[in-house]
């Protein structure tokens, strides 16, 4: 089969590239369709160090094909969303509804991918950029087959982590001040998160100043370029004094150290940006008299299982916007056309489309 494989210096598109059939508890997913997320751009150009070669792509979304033994769900035929949460089920963060504190979660999983005899190692369980992939049965959530799995695909990442840090992990109040920071697809996601738990003031902080209107679509009440003046100023005034919660989207010292200064007394900052592994949060002690918090948060503190169908029935509703995170797709051998316009800023979300 084919995939796109990162050998430490390029991605290339491979032929040849075997998956093993799936063993008890497993599924073999043919994918369809997978967004690009910065969390894969972030290997490529060495944010994220990884063993190579590797196959990327976490944000995906397929058709099962094959099923080990046990498996009742899902089923043959299904159409599937796909977590990168491989939990064990059974620890004490499986089963009080916390998969995301798995520590099985993480890193453990074995890869089933080779090329010529030469183990491939996957990314984030998942290494959707492949036309088929095998995953344990519960990181494939069956989804109704009327959903476009290019637009299905993004709930994978991009809405479970945007959206999930929202109303799982900030507990975002009616009536309370958002600002997110980056208006890439988990950013957007983060604004319509904010716009359904009922924030009234939603402040989008980008230095790209064509993602306005798009931000506004989503939720956004405001928008501050972040290269035109003071945008910690920016924000207290139109929150007069400082925000309840504030979303890193993007990561980095100096844009995290900013995005204290916009808290007020009580709020919380959610980091939702990779920084490289070097980088260091660096604040005033004083910072945190008055109530202030820092919160990790990783994958928006899903529960997959129970996200993915809300969020779908939220996409139904129109609540929730799904087609319009899709700026635009590509095929297969198209993929560093992706990549480029990716690192370029043009997209929201990036789509590869497998050939059927």
């Known amino acids: 089969m084919k995939a796109i494989v990162f050998d430490g210096t390029d991605c290339k598109l491979v032929d040849g590239v075997t998956v093993r059939d799936p063993g008890p508890g497993e599924v073999q997913v043919r994918i369809v369709a ?11 150009n060495g944010k994220i160090p990884f063993p190579t070669p ?34 064990c089920g059974q620890c004490a963060a499986c ?17 089933p991918f080779e090329l010529d005899g030469t183990p491939i190692h996957n990314f ?17 959530v ?9 637009t299905a695909c993004l709930i994978g990442c991009a809405v479970l982590t945007g959206a999930g840090s929202v109303l799982n992990r900030a507990r975002v109040n009616p009536g309370e001040s958002v600002v997110v920071i980056g208006a890439g697809g988990i950013g957007l996601n983060v604004i319509q998160g904010a716009r359904v738990a009922g924030a009234t003031t939603i ?43 504030v979303f890193d989207c993007v990561g980095g010292e100096a844009i995290t150290s900013q995005a204290m200064e916009m808290l007020d007394w009580g709020g919380q900052l959610i980091m939702l940006g990779v920084a490289g592994p070097e980088a260091k949060l660096s604040v005033p ?33 129109g609540r929730l916007l799904l087609d319009e995170l899709v700026t635009k797709t590509y095929e297969l051998e198209d993929f560093r056309s992706l990549m480029d316009d990716a690192r370029s800023g043009k997209l929201d979300r990036g789509v590869l489309l497998m050939p059927s």
Do not use: W
């Not at 094909?65 to 599937?80: F, K, L, N, R």
């Open 203 to 245: 402040i989008a902080i980008d230095t790209n100043p064509d993602k306005e209107s798009k931000t506004r679509l989503f939720g956004a009440t405001h928008f501050v370029r972040a290269t035109a003046g003071d945008t910690v100023s920016a924000v207290r005034e139109l929150t007069d004094g400082g925000a309840h919660h």
């Open 54 to 87: 590797v196959i990327l792509g976490h944000e995906g979304a397929g058709i099962v094909e094959a099923v080990g033994a046990g498996v009742t769900v899902p089923a043959v035929g299904d159409h599937v969303v796909l977590s990168t949460l491989a939990t």
């Open 124 to 140: 984030a369980t998942l290494s959707t950029f492949s036309e088929r992939i095998v995953v344990q049965a519960g990181q494939a």
């Open 142 to 150: 069956s989804i109704p087959k009327d959903i476009p799995l290019s």
């Open 34 to 44: 997978s967004g690009l997320c910065q969390s894969d751009l972030s290997v490529i």
């Open 285 to 317: 002690a004083s910072t945190f008299y008055m109530d202030r918090a820092v919160l990790g948060c990783r994958y928006g503190s899903s529960r997959p299982g129970a996200d993915i169908p809300k969020y779908l029935d939220m996409y139904r509703s």
């Open 95 to 111: 089963v009080s509804g916390h998969p995301t504190m798995c520590h099985e979660s993480f890193g453990k999983t074995a890869t």
